[in-house]
C-alpha cells in the first residue's frame, strides 16, 4: 500500500490513464465539443458566469468534487462543456472531471471501454461487490488528492421523476467527500428548456439553464450514517438550486 492510500499497481494504472487521456485530448475534447454544439446544436443560456465561478474555484487549489442533477445519459459532457471551453480544458486537463459511470451502461463492450478510458471515466458497478466498489472510490478519491477534479450524481442514476429526489441521494458521494479533508463541493444543477422528464439525449437546439453552489458539507456522524448525511446535504442544495430554476429567481 502507497503512502497515498492506494496500491503503487493502482497509482501507476491511473498515471497512465491520465497521459493516455491527456495525449488524445484534443480529439476527445473538440469531438465532444462538436457534438454538443454541432449536432445537437445546443446553446448555454449564461456560459461567462459558470465558467467565471468554476476558474475562481480551480485557483484556490483545494479539493474539487462536482455533483450535478442527472436527466440525460451525457449529462457528464454537458456540465463540462458548461463550467469551461475546450481550450481551457486544453491548458488545465485536470479541470477536465473525473466521472464514474455505470459499467453496465458505459463500459459494456470494448469499443465503450476505450471510450470511458480516453474520457477519463472509471467504470463502477453499482450494487457489485464491495471490495471492486471501494477500489473504485478510493482511485477517485486519490486523483481529487492529487489536484484532479471529479463529478458525481448524487441520486446515482437518472431522476425518473424529472425532479431532485433527495432520498434517493446515494451514500457514496458522501464516502468520497468524507475522505478529503477540506473538500469543496461544486453544486450544478443543470437544464434545458424543453427538458420534462428523463431521456437519453437532450433535445435538439435546446438551450440550456445552469446554477451553482458552492458548499463545504460535514457531518459529526459516524460511517455510514455520516456519509449518508453528506450525500443528502448534497441533494438538499440541488433541490433548493431546482426550486430557484423553476420559481425563476436570481
Known amino acids: 500500500m502507497s503512502a497515498g492510500g492506494i496500491p503503487r499497481r493502482a497509482r501507476v494504472s491511473l498515471a497512465l490513464q491520465r497521459a493516455v487521456a491527456r495525449l488524445v485530448s484534443p480529439v476527445t475534447t473538440l469531438g465532444a465539443y462538436a457534438f454538443v454544439r454541432g449536432w445537437l446544436r445546443l446553446t448555454l443560456a449564461d456560459p461567462g458566469e459558470p465558467r467565471r465561478v468554476y476558474r475562481a474555484l480551480r485557483r484556490e487549489r483545494v479539493p474539487l468534487l462536482i455533483c450535478a442533477n442527472?436527466?440525460?445519459?451525457?449529462?457528464?459532457?454537458?456540465?463540462?462543456?458548461?463550467?469551461?471551453?475546450p481550450a481551457a480544458y486544453l491548458r488545465d486537463f485536470a479541470a477536465l472531471p473525473w466521472n464514474l459511470p455505470e459499467q453496465t451502461?458505459?463500459?459494456?463492450?470494448?469499443?465503450r471501454r476505450v471510450l470511458a478510458y480516453v474520457f477519463k471515466c472509471l467504470p463502477i458497478v453499482r450494487g457489485g461487490s464491495r471490495i471492486a466498489v471501494a477500489d473504485t472510490i478510493?482511485?477517485?478519491v486519490h486523483l481529487l488528492e492529487s489536484g484532479e477534479v471529479g463529478l458525481l450524481f448524487p441520486e446515482g442514476g437518472r431522476s425518473r421523476s424529472g425532479r431532485v429526489e433527495v432520498s434517493r441521494a446515494a451514500y457514496g458521494v458522501g464516502r468520497v467527500v468524507k475522505g478529503?479533508?477540506?473538500c469543496h463541493v461544486l453544486c450544478v444543477y443543470l437544464r434545458g428548456e424543453a427538458q420534462h422528464a428523463y431521456t437519453n439525449l437532450p433535445a435538439r437546439g435546446d438551450r440550456l439553464h445552469v446554477r451553482l453552489a458552492t458548499i463545504e458539507p460535514k457531518s459529526d456522524h459516524p460511517g455510514l450514517r455520516g456519509s449518508r448525511d453528506i450525500a443528502r446535504q448534497i441533494a438538499g442544495r440541488l433541490a433548493e438550486l431546482e426550486a430557484d430554476h423553476f420559481d425563476g429567481s436570481a
Open 70 to 85: 442527472h436527466l440525460t445519459m451525457i449529462d457528464s459532457a454537458l456540465i463540462a462543456w458548461a463550467l469551461a471551453t
Open 105 to 111: 451502461l458505459f463500459a459494456s463492450t470494448w469499443p
Open 138 to 140: 478510493d482511485r477517485f
Open 180 to 182: 478529503l479533508p477540506g
